[in-house]
């Protein structure tokens, strides 16, 4: 969906690729062209890109994980970008640790937070996300903690949407159903399967992660119900 007001363009868009490096450049070509359209400078869609490109090969390096779900937010003096993986997570922690050049881990992180202007991160061994935002307006970016959710910023349609391709994944790993060739995901999920000497047990991971997911949305429909109330 986009939507224009005047001159600067309004819109979001979500993907959900497979976690896998030569799935970054398509990521990349979005964001550039939401991010263009939008009015931002070459400059600031390269920075954009950079961050983007570092929180998805996070996912692909650290994650364990077959998908990638992009967000793109554009409005009209920002553009918001959320990373988010279903994989194994990580101890939020070793965010406040200072930076240094031989750390095991952390430099795409550092360098995520030295290109835009606020970054949220989320992670619990369900999954990962980052939140990241770029202004159009100068900004200064030194000295700016790490901001952790206290929460997922998963929604109610995208736990839904999860637990459909999880259990699309079942049925494609049983053999129940046969692969469309319009779905990235499927072939990414039967490539994985074929991989894996633990069939049994990727079968068994979509299992728990559906019944996790079923948990989770039952917990927000709550939520949502209590507050309405």
Known sequence: MVRRSGDAAAGFVELLLPAQPHYVAVARE???V???HAGFTTAQVFEMSVAMSEAYTNVIVHANTTWVTLRYSVEPHALT????DDGEGFDTAILDQPYTADAERGRGLHLI???MDTVEC???PMGTLVRMTLRKAARVREGRPWKVAARPFRSVGHIRRKIDRYKRDLALMRGDIEPSDEHLDDRAILERFAETEDKKGLIGDRKLRIKALQAMLEELLKEDGEALR
């Open 122 to 124: 989320q992670s619990s």
């Open 81 to 84: 970008i959320e990373v988010e």
């Open 34 to 36: 939401s991010a263009a």
């Open 113 to 115: 937070r030295s290109l």
């Open 30 to 32: 979005y964001l550039r």
